[in-house]
């Protein structure tokens, strides 16, 4: 991922330094396991364990001619050894992936614990804004039409709850990448024993895998890459939430703008969600890692790399990308700007339309037919639509003219936004105890 958007724990998740960090520290603990065994010299542990990293550089130098990675870097560590000859006994037993996937277990879930404390941030802003607008009235909107009266933290409930789902599935996730194989060329333990692969998930604090035949198979991290993508989208939501409600004709929201901020090269007056954008096309490419890391699920028989490739890009990649997503979203969130005047406003665009259902309830409950009642609402409504004179006036006409008694009292009463949120006290106690 670019720097543009890699965050600096993230950043250092993914990095080759720390890669090759913990390389070393796989390698060392088994080593540690052969030696208490009995299976290697024991005073070749300590030259091991002091040995530095090598350095990406050197690692990719080596590369150049062995073609391998696993083989430049254990000759570059090697070459950082004192004595050399300590060396030999690395990688006992070991095939590549037994280091490899690992590892790999181990970047996955330290990716997961950073991304599962901005989860919770998001969560928490998400939480206390909806709290904050649980009596801030608004329009509610389907098909991106006025539909009834709802309240701005009715929606961002919504969306607390979708985002508190979504970080539970990645926790969930997390314990199913969090896994050890060392199990030696094909899985078989035929030159490792396997309480080699229990010592070293005990000193990771992961857990020895279920099976391996060389390598993991790829549908826990598949379902761990699905897991970031599902957050991505949730970010998507709000951010698309926040882009409605900043178009001019609606107002209702905006990011926030700081001083010297610029919205346009060409047109001053332009404050954009670009906030908001910039989410919403990140969204796209964490949710484009799905398909080819699930494709590396299927492999020949006991193990190909043509899933190496892909997660080489795309594991770092969504894991930084989901990083900066919740964020930004958090601080999308904690940053909003809402017009509460303009939501209440926007409220009586229509002149009264909102209130169509409640009108059409309440003339069956007083004697009409569902059909005669919804064929007075809708003709009147339709006619609101067409001339814009106000829905209780043009009710009233058409009441008059089908001999329907209308109960003005009655109306007044159902027509107010108030009545249609009435019962989401339950919801906000869910919300004010979601953490």
């Not at 009834?148 to 919504?158: C, L, N, Q, S, Y």
């Amino acid at each position: 991922m670019i720097d543009r958007y890699t965050l600096p724990d993230m950043g250092r998740v993914w990095s080759d330094e720390h890669k090759y960090e913990l390389w070393c520290r796989v390698e060392t603990l088994v080593l540690e396991a052969h030696a208490a065994a009995g299976r290697v010299p024991a005073d070749v542990v300590e030259p091991v364990r002091n040995a530095p990293p090598p350095t990406a550089a050197r690692v990719a130098e080596i590369e150049e001619t062995t073609q391998h990675d696993v083989i430049a870097f254990l000759t570059a560590w090697a070459d950082n050894t004192e004595p050399r000859s300590a060396a030999a006994y690395v990688h006992h037993g070991m095939t590549s992936s037994d280091l490899l996937d690992t590892a790999l277990a181990v970047q996955l879930t330290e990716a997961t614990d950073v991304l599962l404390a901005k989860a919770d941030r998001l969560v928490a802003a998400l939480r206390d804004h909806g709290l904050a607008h649980r009596e801030t009235l608004k329009v509610g909107r389907t098909h991106g039409v006025h539909a009834e009266p709802v309240v701005w933290g009715h929606r961002v409930a919504d969306l607390a709850f979708a985002a508190a789902r979504s970080r539970d599935r990645l926790r969930a996730a997390r314990e199913r990448v969090g896994v050890v194989a060392i199990s030696g060329a094909v899985g078989t333990y035929s030159l490792i024993d396997p309480s080699v692969e229990v010592a070293v998930a005990q000193a990771l604090d992961l857990r020895p895998a279920d099976a391996s035949t060389q390598v993991v198979l790829r549908d826990s991290i598949s379902e761990w890459v699905s897991a970031l993508a599902v957050i991505a989208t949730v970010c998507e939501a709000v951010a698309l939430e926040v882009r409605h409600g900043q178009r001019t004709e609606v107002r209702e929201l905006s990011e926030a703008f700081g001083s010297g901020q610029k919205g346009s090269s060409a047109m001053p007056h332009k404050k954009n969600p670009i906030r908001s954008e910039r989410i919403a096309g990140l969204a796209r490419v964490v949710r484009a890692a799905v398909v080819p890391v699930m494709e590396g699920i299927p492999l020949w028989h006991e193990r190909d790399i043509s899933h190496s490739s892909t997660e080489r890009v795309f594991l770092p990649d969504a894991a930084i990308t989901t990083d900066y997503l919740l964020d930004l979203t958090a601080r999308l969130v904690e940053d909003l700007v809402v017009d509460v005047d303009r939501m209440r406003a926007n409220l009586d665009l229509t002149g009264g339309l909102i209130y169509t259902s409640a009108v059409l309830l309440e003339l069956v409950e007083t004697g009409l037919s569902r059909e005669d009642a919804y064929a007075l609402v809708q003709g009147a409504a339709m006619e609101t639509w067409n001339s814009g004179t106000p829905f209780r006036s043009t009710l009233r006409s058409r009441a008059e003219a089908s001999g329907v008694t209308l109960d003005e009292a009655r109306l007044d009463e159902i027509c107010r936004p108030e009545g249609y949120v009435r019962n989401l006290g339950p919801l906000f106690d869910r919300l004010a105890a979601l953490s």
